[in-house]
């Protein structure tokens, strides 16, 4: 069972181009207590979201023909946690990325925000009581 807590004001960056997909996961992390920035499904937009307005970032590696590298090296530089949601297997993944998190498609929705979750506790300031 996944806590709520963990997720309360954890703000979620999604960059996912499949509809569906990226609002499903956008509905499980607001109902989890999450503030849901996306999903963003194109890479030049997600690029233009200021770093100050998310916690944490979940990025599709494939955005319409193009990759999320882009973002990701920012958010890497930056020291911005995020995962990759991907159909590519791990070869697929420059080897700059071997240490994030990626979770294949068909990934089970659970599994991913549990993640995302232990990534906000870890990761977002402390709420003032």
């Not at 998310?54 to 930056?78: I, K």
Request: hydrophobic share 40%; glycine share 6%.
């Amino acid at each position: 069972m996944i806590h709520q807590a963990p997720m309360k004001g954890c703000r979620v960056l999604i960059v996912e181009d499949e509809y569906l997909v990226g609002d499903d996961l956008a509905d499980a992390l607001r109902t989890r207590g999450a503030q849901v920035i996306g999903p963003i499904p194109e890479l030049a937009a997600a690029l233009s979201v200021s770093h100050d307005s998310f916690d944490v970032a979940v990025l599709d590696v494939n955005l319409r023909g193009e990759t999320s590298y882009p973002l990701a090296d920012e958010l890497m530089r930056n020291g911005k946690p995020f995962v990759f949601t991907t159909g590519y297997c791990a070869d697929m993944i420059p080897s700059r990325f071997q240490n994030v998190r990626r979770w294949e498609k068909p990934w089970q929705l659970e599994d991913v925000t549990a993640d995302i979750a232990q990534m906000c506790s870890k990761h977002q300031p402390p709420v003032a009581a």
